[in-house]
């Protein structure tokens, strides 16, 4: 299936698992690279570094290319050694889709399961390689067993594919199933990028045994990210190169990057396209295209890049505020109390996520106007954001963010996480859905994880949806919490991140309580 942009792909593995192998028998089969190497004989096409090669184990990202039936993809092939897990995590920021590499000797281990968390808390479809199944001793049913069982119940042995096994990870498949006894490709696409599915091919890299199904089914099942028009990038690391001149690694993820642009106040030198440890210079990288950038020095790994929000979309921006600042003004006729001297400076400057109670769809429309002089993108619900062609076109030129409850998907998280890096606000409604009594509903955790993830200032709110001409609607803005400082451990689970959230949604009842009082 040709795509239209180019798919990037990461290799991730417990060290030893045979991950490497595996990157080049993916090029060789491909046609990207003319010799077969190997670790152990040190002349593998992606393990550069002395270091490596004397180790046999991979220390830095490497990047190639490679083209199959039609579509151009980008391997990203990261460190497995535990050591060098934060070159791997950084890389993980620009990626479609990954391949987890697990040994058939030793199966799921400590590693493997801290790189499944990872891939899961991001969101990332995942692809998974059961390696070195011609050695004595391995046990493919087994294997199937500990995935199921430490990993995901669905997980799916893809070199002889189920369909009934299949139609049991989505009840649309299993419609789809009892109609046809066949899930249509499309359908399986469609799961395996939210992370309904999780395919599994059996076989040794070594022997180039199941590599050829496993290209097969990225081909077939690996989804083509979708681009905005204007540019924008993800940076992932930063290098420098044998002459010592600093390179900015880059995904584009908007628009095209192109050589003498202007990124601030720096200018594009030069485009480089690497493969192993040589590069090719270009005058244009388009979307989905990883590349390093010279010429810029003050770019920085996990910064989100891009030219602003469009002409167009600044017009719209402002035309908006200008309505907010009468219009929408007198309709709400709000009457503001802040809990503390620290409210007005944490929402004047820098990023923050405001929270709020949600009666209903005017809510935004109230923030946007307490929130003049700044920026604010809110999460939007995929049933009210596509609602109408005349909304969905709004809600776009504000930057509202597209959350689909219904899907597993982290596409709004990662964007939620740019916007918040590039300095914004973030609009949230924790209890998800609108309060028909007035009552706080229960909080999602949602605000919470990206307040960590972010380390960013929460701002709570309540007021009191009293909406209409000759009304006034009570407004109190409660003192920035960060979330960072409450938080128990450096890696909070489920009961932490519950905690959390609980410390929000009773804020917010202490807000509530406040403006009451009065």
């Known amino acids: 299936m040709a795509h239209s942009n180019p798919i990037t792909i990461g290799m991730l ?11 080049e028998a993916i090029l060789y089969s491909a046609g990207s690279i003319r010799k077969l190497g190997r670790v152990d004989n040190q002349d593998t096409f992606l393990d550069t570094g002395d270091m490596e090669r004397a180790r046999g184990i991979t220390i830095f990202s490497k990047q190639a290319a490679y083209n199959y039936n039609g579509s151009s993809y980008t391997l990203l092939d990261t460190p497995g050694h535990v050591d ?12 479609d889709a990954a391949v987890l590499v697990i040994s058939g000797m ?27 199944m011609d050695q004595q001793g391995t046990n493919r049913a087994g294997i199937m067993e500990q995935l199921k069982n430490r990993l995901s119940e669905s997980c799916v042995d893809f070199n002889n594919i189920d369909y009934e096994e299949v139609a049991m990870c ?17 359908l399986i696409s469609d ?37 905005s028009d204007e540019f924008s990038a993800k940076v992932y690391k930063i290098t420098r190169d044998d002459r010592g001149e600093r390179l900015t ?5 908007g628009g095209s990057l192109k050589s003498k642009m202007l990124i601030g106040n720096e200018k594009v030198n030069q485009i480089r396209v690497y493969a192993g440890d040589k590069f090719t210079s270009i005058n244009e990288a388009p979307a989905g295209t990883v590349c390093a950038a010279t010429g810029l020095s003050e770019t920085k790994a996990g910064q989100f890049i891009g030219a602003g929000g469009g002409r167009m979309k600044l017009l719209f921006r402002w035309i908006n505020k200008l309505l907010c600042g009468w219009n929408v003004g007198l309709y709400f006729r709000p009457r ?9 400076p944490a929402f004047t400057r820098g990023p923050a996520i405001i929270i709020t109670n949600h009666k209903n769809q005017m809510d935004f429309l109230l923030v946007l106007y307490l929130f003049y002089f700044r920026y604010v993108r809110c999460l939007v619900g995929k049933t009210f954001y596509e609602c109408n062609r005349f909304l969905n076109w709004c809600l776009r030129m504000l930057g509202a963010i597209k959350v689909d409850r219904f899907s597993f998907g982290m596409d709004f998280f990662c964007e939620s996480v740019e916007a918040l890096r590039r300095g914004q606000l973030l609009l949230i409604f924790p209890e998800g859905r609108f309060s028909t009594t007035g009552e706080i509903l229960e909080f999602r955790s949602t605000a919470a994880l990206l307040a960590l993830q972010t380390d960013v200032p929460i701002i709570p709110m309540w007021h009191s949806v009293n909406y209409g001409f000759g ?15 409450l938080c128990s451990t450096a890696n909070p689970d489920a009961a932490e991140l519950d905690r959390l959230t609980a410390i929000l949604r009773d804020k917010v009842i202490e807000l509530r309580g406040m403006a009451q009082e009065a």
């Open 106 to 132: 030793d199966g799921v281990q400590g590693h493997t399961e801290t790189l499944w968390s990872l891939l899961k808390r991001l969101g990332i479809p995942v692809f998974i390689f059961v390696n070195k």
């Open 249 to 253: 690694h880059l995904k584009v993820c």
């Open 13 to 23: 593995a417990h060290v030893d698992a045979g991950k490497t192998t595996l990157s």
């Open 471 to 485: 009304k006034r609607t009570d407004v109190v803005i409660g003192e920035p919490i960060r979330l960072s400082e």
């Open 191 to 227: 799961m395996v990028m939210n992370r309904r599915i999780f395919p599994v091919y059996f076989g040794s890299a070594l022997r180039m045994n199941g590599v050829e199904e496993l290209i097969k089914g990225i081909d077939t099942y690996a989804g083509c990210p979708e681009y």
């Open 84 to 95: 060098f897990s934060a070159e791997t995590e950084r890389t993980l920021w620009v990626l």
């Open 336 to 344: 503001i109390r802040y809990e503390g001297k620290k409210c007005l």
């Open 170 to 186: 989505h009840e649309e498949a299993l419609e789809q199933f009892l109609d046809s006894a066949h899930v249509d490709d499309a």
